[in-house]
């Protein structure tokens, strides 16, 4: 593992982590070169290429980061699927883009998807598309106000879409939770965001995510994050 390349990027590290069994609940998916896959037995291999805030508020720009982070932790639990670790787009993105990305990774399988505020919570789409074969599923659908319901829902549908079926003990890791408190997930979402572009501001959301649920791993990792960031 590069310490250096850790410090640099809060993300790598909750990744890293959370793949040595610190904690049930990790990042999004770290830059390539900084971890090593998740290198599962299985027939499929899947990146998740992009997610996008298609929403007409900017402001919520800093859920990506946690739809990634909570979808990769949760999909790595499973054995029979191998996660590409990439950096992911937030761009608009259409099956050719897709498609491309999976090919230049060699992952069998590309997700890519975005939300938007509904009903006073969150509407999230996802595709998932055969890279070798172009073929592209039906929207994979998910509505909750809980992000981490959000996350089960459409864990699921990418499973099922894969034609997998975790172990009773993988559903379960699967469905572990980070933290009860929505009000610090975001502060840990919104820390996260920042963690790169303003680590003075990002220390201050994860101090108010500890305020909130003082045990909550991810939450002391971002802290440290922001705390050694040289960009201070």
Same mark, same amino acid.
Request: aromatic share 6%; net charge neutral; glycine share 6%.
């Given at each position: 593992?590069?310490?250096? @390349? ?29 971890? @090593? ?6 027939? =499929? ?5 992009? $997610? ?6 900017? @402001? ?18 499973? +054995? ?6 990439? =950096? ?11 498609? $491309?990305? &999976? ?16 009903? &006073?919570?969150?509407?999230?789409? %996802? =595709? ?14 998910? =509505? ?5 319901? $959000? ?21 379960? +890791? ?18 996260? %965001? ?39």
């Amino acid at each position: 593992m590069n310490c250096q @390349k850790l410090r640099c990027d809060p993300l790598a590290l909750l990744v890293a982590l959370a793949a040595a069994g610190a904690w049930t609940c990790s990042a999004t998916a770290p830059p390539p070169e900084a971890i @090593k896959p998740h290198l599962g037995g299985g027939r =499929h291999s899947l990146a998740i290429v992009g $997610v996008r805030n298609a929403s007409d508020d900017s @402001k919520a720009d800093f859920w990506a980061g946690s739809l990634y982070w909570l979808l990769n932790d949760a999909l790595r639990q499973v +054995g029979a699927l191998r996660l590409v670790p990439r =950096h992911y787009s937030v761009a608009d993105m259409d099956a050719r883009q897709a498609r $491309v990305m &999976g090919q230049e990774i060699e992952a069998r399988r590309v997700a890519w998807g975005s939300y938007s505020r509904s009903n &006073g919570g969150w509407r999230v789409i %996802f =595709h998932v598309e055969n890279v070798a074969t172009g073929h592209v599923s039906k929207d994979l659908a998910a =509505h909750s106000r809980d992000w981490l319901d $959000v996350r089960d829902q459409l864990a699921t549908e990418i499973l099922q879409e894969l034609d997998i079926t975790p172990a009773a003990s993988e559903q379960r +890791g699967m469905r572990r939770r980070c933290t009860g408190s929505e009000a610090a997930l975001e502060s840990m979402s919104r820390a996260l %965001f920042l963690s790169a572009r303003d680590p003075v501001a990002a220390e201050t959301y994860a101090r108010q995510a500890l305020g909130v649920d003082p045990r909550c791993a991810e939450a002391h990792t971002l802290l440290a994050a922001s705390l050694w960031s040289p960009a201070r």
